[in-house]
């Protein structure tokens, strides 16, 4: 679909959900005291469905409910936007919505993660809709969704009390897209097209950032092989081993060399002059 859309369910359902990423994210809305029970029940979902995280900030939220989060991140169905975690916070306070951010973003940091993409969420949002009482009025929003000048980033939020009905709720949006194709075709094209150059320009980016790091590193490669090459090694030798000498030692050294004929005695007085005979 042109719109990424998050199907919302609480993570104490059973659900059998066949879901292809393409068609949209389930978004597991899990309390913080309950997260080892969900990471363990993430196996029964299809390998193509792709999921994400949504919590409320007005919990408890420790240190350990913080790395219990993170682990989500390596499961290979977990849901990156451009790259980066998708995870959504839901809680009416902003300061708490706030804490639970930094918290996060703090330890994914040191896991190894330089961005997450945290969005808030509230139930009282223009996006957010209860599947089961409004099916009408999610694919009259839709509809409008796909006439107004948003990106493909920005999709609806729909909650489930029976996450079985996700697959009813898919085909209504589709239905609804393929009608928008119908009588828009040429917004249609812009808005697909919009969404692929988007997708390309985040890969171009991420190569070029990636050629960048490559490059940084084969710098400091050559400089770490210059530092021990062997004419710094003659250079070191030379600074320890004869600037240190005395003066007077030197100039022994040059009277003795004139002597025996290495060096000519025109070179001791004109700087200018060869010193060594060949």
Known sequence: MLYTNYYIIDTKQSVDINLDGKDGIIVFFT??????????NLDTLSNAAKYCLLIDSSEHIDQQTVELIISFFFLPGYFYYQGSPKMLIQGKNPASNQNARIAIMDEALKQGFEKIDIQFVNE???AVFCFGSQEMQIADVYLNLLNSTHLSGNGLFIQFENGNEIAVSVALLRATEERFKLDNPVLYESKRN???YNEELYRM????????????NQRSHAAILRSNSMASRLQHYYNNEYENLPVWYKKLGQIIKTISGKRSLRSAFDKNSKKYKA
């Open 31 to 40: 309390k913080t005291d309950n997260l080892t029970e969900t990471y363990q």
């Open 124 to 126: 009282n949002d223009s």
């Open 194 to 196: 919009t969404g692929y």
């Open 205 to 216: 980016r991420a190569l070029l950032q990636s050629a960048g790091n490559e490059l940084d």
